[in-house]
C-alpha cells in the first residue's frame, strides 16, 4: 500500500463495543485478569507496559517507517536517551553529528561522562569522517539529516555500509525528514529516531518520540524492556492524538516541502539575505545526495542568515506578521527561531542565523510576510 493510505490506516484497530470507525481511548491503566490469575485474553496487564493506543501509534509509525517494531516515548529526547541507556555500557563511545540537536549535545557532555561514555561530533557531510572517529569501544554511530539547524545531509547508505563494516550499531534521528521524505531503514540504518512532537504530532500540542528497529535486531527487546521499565511513556490519549495527526501527515508535509522551495529559492537570491541553507537548492553543498535519499521533495525547514549581523536578524522576526517568533518545528503554524538565543548552554549558531519552519498556510503569503519583513 502507498505511504498515505498506511498513514490512515495502519494505525486502525476494530472497536468491538461500538463498532467505532474511529479508535476509542483507553484510559484504564490496569487490565483485569482472568480467574486462574492468568493475563486476561488481550494481553494487556498493565498501562506503561502496554495499551491499545499505544500500541495502534507503534504498529503506525513501524509501518510508516518500514520497520519491525517501533517504540513510543514521552518525548523525542526519552526516545533518544532509550537507545543511549539500551546500546551503551560504561566506556563506549559514540559517533554524533556536529551539527545535532543541541538537546543531545547537552545529553551527552553533561549526564553522561560520568557514566563513562565518551563522544566525537562529526561533519557528516563527509562520510570518510565517520570512519575515522572509529575507535574500539565505538558503539553507536547517530547520524541527524538535514540535520539542525545548517541542514547538512549525511549520505545514509554510507553510514549504514560503515556501521556494519565495524560491526557498530548504526541509527537516524529522522524528524525533520520524517518517512514521507526519507525511510533510513531502507537504506541500511538499524534504528530510526524521532521527535513525534514535531511532524508526526503536526500541531505543537503533543510532546513525544519514537524509536523504530529493522527487523531482525537484537538490541529490540532491550528496547521493549527499557520502556517499560524506564517508564518514559507517553499517555494513551497522547498515543490517540498523534496517531490521530499522522494520518494527515503526508498531506501536510508536502505542502510545507513544496512551499520551503519555493521560499528557499527566493530568499536566496534576495540582497538582505547574506546564505540560505536548504538541500532542495541545487547551489547546497549535497544537494546530490539529498536528491537521491530524499523523495517527495527536501522538507518544510530552511535556515538563513540575515545580513547585518544579530540586530537585523531579531528586528527582521518582530516585523513579521504570519510567522510566530517561537522554537520547535513542524506544526501547522509557520514559526521563525534565532537559533542562538535558543541554543542556551552549547552556543553553535552563527548569531545572524535564524531557523525557520514553514507551516501549512498559503505559500504566497508567507512569502509575502518574508519580503515585507525584509524590506
Ligand atoms: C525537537 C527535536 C528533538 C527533541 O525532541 P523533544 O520531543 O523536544 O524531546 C530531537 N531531535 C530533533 C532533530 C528535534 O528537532
Redesign the pocket.
Known sequence: MDFKTLAVHAGSFTDETAGAVVNPIYLSTTYERNQAGEIAPKGYVYSRHANPNRGALEKLVAALEGGSESFAFS??????MAVFQTVLSPGSHIIVSDD??H??THLLTTQYPRWGVTCSAVDMTDVKNIEAAIRKETALILA?TP??PLLKIADLEGVGAIGKKHRILTAC?N??ATPYHTRPLQLGIDLV?H????YFGGHSDV???MVVAASGLEISERLRDFQAVGGAVPSPFECWLLTRSIATMPLRVRQQSASAAVIAEALSVHPAVERVYYPGLSGHINHAVAASQMKNGFGGMVSIQVSGGRAAALAFTGKLKIFRHAT???GVESLIEHRLTAEGAHPKSPENLLRISIGVEDTQDLLSDLLQGLG
Open positions: 518525548s523525542g529526547m526519552a526516545a533518544t545535532c540537536y538537546g543531545v541527524e540535520s539542525n534521528d524528524t525533520w529516531i521527535s513525534s512532537t514535531k510532546l513525544s518520540g520547535s518545528l513542524g
